[in-house]
């Protein structure tokens, strides 16, 4: 008997805290939630079937209410905040040498570009595009056009 209710109330245990993994750490109807519910659908069906109907519907009442509890209070309390990636990449392509390219420059590139790839301006890398064309690697080229942060270029024949 005492078997029985360490094997109910374990599997129970083990299944909600599953689904709960599967809610906030692992996003989607994924193993772990499915292991997690059928954990927790045998621990039920194990307390109706050798504890009887009445412990039954006990152990499936409380379960129910734990695992709604839990669910709830995880996500109202932020516990899982701290788990949560924060940083934000507020950098941009070229952004620091915006203004020291012009229009008509040339260069050479290093990459083939296909259509984008990198060039060499004033001893320095720049990522740059073409208008579609591919250009292959050590080819002259010159700057028709910056526009915001990105530099178009055509081959120089």
């Known amino acids: ?22 809610l906030i ?11 997690g519910f059928i954990l ?8 109706y079937s050798s504890l009887g109907n009445t412990v039954g519907h006990v152990i499936l009442g409380s379960s129910v209410l734990v695992g709604v509890v839990s669910v709830f209070y995880s996500f109202r309390s932020n516990a899982w905040s701290r788990f949560a990636l924060k940083d934000q990449i507020n950098s941009r392509v070229n952004d620091e040498y915006k203004h020291e390219l012009f229009e008509g420059e ?5 990459s083939a570009l296909r259509p984008a790839g990198t060039a060499v301006f004033r001893e320095r890398q720049h990522e740059v595009h073409t ?8 080819t002259q080229v010159r700057i028709i056009k910056i526009e915001q942060n990105r530099i178009i270029v055509e081959e120089i024949s």
């Open 25 to 35: 750490f692992v996003p989607g109807t994924t193993f772990v939630g499915i292991i």
């Open 1 to 22: 008997m005492l078997l029985d209710w360490i094997t109910v109330m374990l599997l129970i245990a083990i299944g909600l805290v599953l689904i709960v993994v599967e």
């Open 40 to 47: 927790t659908a045998v621990g039920i069906w194990l307390g």
């Open 131 to 138: 208008s579609g064309e591919f250009v292959d690697a050590n």
């Open 106 to 110: 040339t260069g050479l590139t290093i």
